[in-house]
């Protein structure tokens, strides 16, 4: 059986771990902030894909594959692994980087990324791509396969886990809530949704198009336990990912407010990035932004 | 050349100034369906329902009952997918008045790769009973359908595309819901397509006949209610038929062609168009040629199929 890479780290508020967990957090930041560089390189060379919502995910992404999930790139089978799914598929650019990343095929793939023949789809693929365990891209589909997963993986007697990151605009399609409901009433505990709270979709402020707020008590109201945090600060990440871990007999739904387009302050917050791709004159603005931003 | 969702933001906007019957819902997507347009003139009789195409349909099939006329736009499969058993069910089953005009069909959605690119659509609309299906070929028809669609009381799934295409009718084109046009006369096969395909089918005769080989070119505009006659009329005087879509040969138009012809007059007949299989990530020009959706699959299936007649 071969040797997970990530183990699950248990991140004790202790002084003795102080130290080790500073390190940690520092470490995934500083890999976090390469994985974005190689988001903005990746679909300037596209030049077609999501440049906003890649960027708003990508601490949480960062966080599950150098963190939390069990896996082995070498193996992307591998039966002992957790399951990911990227709900918000059009976030493809912030998993494929991870992907590569972390060793499930060779970087240079990323620059075919959208092509013709490219394995690399526009939207996860799981029939071509290392890593991908479902296809999304139809945006409210993700947390009924997660929560079907988990389900499988219960009844299997597995101590795998699931989880899963949504758009907040995607939390407007009524599956999610199907999803919420089944979830919450099967009380899957291996299941955790991540909820990427930028405040934007396509047409404008997701609270203007069609309001969703309150979240988190929509969630709890379908029996989950709820976890509040700032979706671009890794200590809170990784600490509620842990917390979500520990949890028992509840799905965890860790809601986090995040900028769309984080990172780069020519992209940040504005609805308008949503599905466009840095340019030849955004390139080196967005990468000296990247390398000066901590 | 315009796009046909280009052209549909135009129409809708100039409808809603016509009538104030006319309102208009969105899923996320205004800005790419054109329905914004729209919204920015008419701002109270447009609603973004957010990404929930079910409800969006839902509600429509409602406003439809009250007096509405609501156009509901999001890309196809969307519109047709997500929503498909509301179509179904709230909208075409009591034949409420609703326009479902989905942008975005086909392959030529291009980057955003097989997820988003609807090449089933044409045939699960056109499987429901009420349903009356359109697919325009350019800008200009698509004014003039949309115009139709308007007058017309019933449900209707109208489908457009992403990019701009080359132009087939003259400005002022009239549309007849469920009459097709005789675009290139010809005696030795005829050419029976539609969408991007008609302007596809117009090289591809004038090609062939400097090979000394006749080809008609019929676009059909109406996928349902199908115009049997001038599809009969050309199996009869031409032998051969070549069907052109871009969408799958399961269900489509190159099927609802085989349906009347087996039964009425069987005769030769080739379909072009995806082979059932999903779509890809790829520029739209890359994608046409690689599923074998231009005039040269056309050309070839023509040459092949006149000398199949001997
Ligand atoms: C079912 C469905 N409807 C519409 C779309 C088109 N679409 C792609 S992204 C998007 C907006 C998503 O907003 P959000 O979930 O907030 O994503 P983020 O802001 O994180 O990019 C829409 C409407 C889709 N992919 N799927
Ligand atoms: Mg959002």
Partial sequence: MPVPLCSMHKIERTPRKETFVKQKIAELEEKARRLRVSIVKTLHKSQSGHTGGSLSAIDMICALYFHKLRHNPAEPAWDGRDRFVLSKGHAAPALYVTLAEAGYFPAEDLMMLRRLGSHLQGHPDSKGTPGVDVCTGSLGQGLSMANGMALGLRLDGKANRVYAVLGDGELQEGQVWEAAMAAGHYKSDNLCAMIDLNGLQIDGEVAKVMNVASVSDKFRSFGWNVIEIDGHDMGQIIEALDHAESHKGAPTAIVAKTVKGKGVNIFENKASYHGVTPNDEELPVALKCLGCCD | ?310
């Fill in chain 2, 1 to 310: 050349m315009i796009a046909t969702r280009d052209a549909y933001g135009e129409t809708l906007a100039a409808l809603g100034a016509e009538n104030d019957r006319i309102v208009a819902l969105d899923a996320d997507l205004s800005g790419s369906t054109k329905t914004g347009v729209f919204a920015k003139k008419f701002p109270e009789r447009f609603f973004n329902m957010g990404i929930a195409e079910a409800n969006m349909v839902g509600t429509a099939a409602g406003l439809a009952a009250v007096g509405k006329i609501p156009f509901v736009s999001t890309f196809a499969i969307f519109a047709a997918g997500r929503a498909w058993e509301q179509i179904r069910q709230s909208v075409a089953y009591p034949k409420a008045n609703v326009k479902i005009v989905a942008t975005h069909g086909g392959v030529t959605v291009g980057e955003d790769g097989g997820s988003h690119q609807s090449v089933e659509d044409v045939a699960i609309m056109r499987a429901i009973p009420n349903m009356t299906v359109i697919v325009p070929a350019d800008g200009e028809e698509t004014k003039a359908a949309i115009r139709a669609v308007a007058d017309y009381k019933g449900p209707v799934y109208v489908r457009l595309g992403r990019n701009k295409v080359a132009s087939v009718f003259p400005e002022g084109h009239k549309f007849e819901i469920g009459k097709g046009n005789e675009l290139v006369s010809g005696t030795d096969l005829t050419f029976i397509t539609t969408g991007l395909m008609t302007a596809q089918a117009q090289i591809a005769a004038e090609k062939l006949k400097g090979e000394g080989i006749s080809a008609r070119v019929i676009h059909i505009g109406t996928i349902k209610p199908l115009d049997r006659e001038l599809v009969l009329k050309a199996a009869r005087e031409t032998g051969a038929i070549v069907t052109g879509e871009e969408h799958s040969v399961v269900g489509g138009l190159g099927s609802a062609v085989a349906e009347v012809l087996s039964e009425e007059c069987p005769t030769l007949l080739k379909r072009i168009g995806v082979l059932d299989r999903f779509g890809l990530s790829g520029k739209a020009d890359e994608l046409l040629k690689y599923f074998g959706l231009n005039a040269e699959a056309l050309i070839e299936a023509g040459r092949e199929i006149v000398s199949r007649k001997k």
